[in-house]
């Protein structure tokens, strides 16, 4: 991978955390995704699946924060970003699979929405979509994450999809 694809790379996870697209990462990104995602499946906040996004939410930045807001002024910088939290990421990806995973699992819940059991493949289409993935990227990615073909979407595939997407972005990958 050559630095211009690199930072290319870079460049569009930054962006799918800076969900309201003003340059920096910080919790109402995170709040901003949760109440998109309620908005998409018509789930309000109040129940127990939009509490549980919200919870998620709230640790999946407190996760990030943790790792990458290396001034503590309660925001991640692309430079914070760059510097912490890829770095960081790419040397301990389970860790950061884990503090993404109670948003995540929520996220499935809030995509079933007749309590399958499971988010369908359409489902998480939609929800990718919702949080900025482009309409090919959103249908390729949900149809990777049915590793079966049985049309629903587990826990585990997601968690490890998510790992790998922020963490194996080296620039010697
Ligand atoms: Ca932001
Ligand atoms: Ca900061």
């Known amino acids: 991978m050559d630095s211009a694809e690199y930072e290319r790379k870079i460049a569009f996870r930054f962006a799918a955390f800076d969900q309201d697209g003003n340059g920096y ?44 807001d290396v001034d503590g002024d309660q925001r991640v910088t692309r430079a914070e970003f760059v510097g912490g939290a890829v770095k960081r990421l790419r ?6 699979a884990e503090i993404a995973r109670p ?9 079933d929405r ?7 493949v359409p489902a998480v289409e939609r929800a990718l979509r919702v949080l900025g993935a482009t309409p090919e ?19 585990d595939a ?16």
Request: proline fraction near 2%; include cysteine; charged fraction near 20%.
């Open 25 to 68: 990462i910080d919790r109402a990104d995170f709040s901003a995704a949760a109440a998109r995602l309620l908005t998409e499946f018509g789930t309000t906040a109040r129940c127990d699946k939009g509490q549980a996004l919200y919870t998620g939410a709230e640790a999946l930045w407190q996760g990030m924060a943790g790792i990458a």
């Open 137 to 155: 990227t959103a249908a390729f990615a949900a149809q990777s994450l049915d590793a079966d073909h049985e049309g629903k979407v587990a826990e």
């Open 114 to 120: 007749d309590n399958e059991g499971a988010a369908s």
């Open 158 to 173: 997601v968690v490890a999809a998510f790992a790998d997407y922020f963490t194996v972005i080296a620039p010697d990958a």
């Open 91 to 96: 040397d301990n990806p389970e860790r950061f």
């Open 103 to 111: 948003f995540l699992r929520a996220a499935l819940a809030v995509a």
